[in-house]
């Protein structure tokens, strides 16, 4: 009879959409995933990214370290050649005293 044709061409209708919300819920599924991977990879490049900047702060003040480190060791050297330069000076000069 009519009704039941209308009644069973509703009935694959609902069916035929339910079965595409199940693809699609099942898509939705693979794309949360997806998305969750994503964000696992995006922390993992910022904890890297972190890890460079400190590595990059740890060497900046390693060379600072080494450049006034250098500083120093060039600034004694001169205070020890200024000093051995006055000694030799006043030894000259007592040489010359006795000379004369």
Avoid at 19 to 48: A, I, P, W, Y
């Amino acid at each position: 009879d009519e009704f039941g044709k209308k009644e069973a061409f509703f009935e694959a209708k609902i069916s035929q959409v339910l079965h595409e919300f199940g693809k699609v819920d099942k898509m939705r599924g693979q794309l949360c995933d997806q998305l969750n991977t994503v964000k696992t990879k995006m922390s993992q490049v910022v904890l890297e990214n972190s890890c460079i900047g400190n590595a990059l702060n740890m060497q900046t003040e390693e060379v600072q370290r080494l450049k006034y480190l250098h500083e120093s060791a060039i600034q004694s050297k001169e205070t020890e050649h200024r000093i051995a330069l006055s000694r030799l000076k006043v030894s000259l000069e007592l040489q010359m005293e006795k000379g004369l």
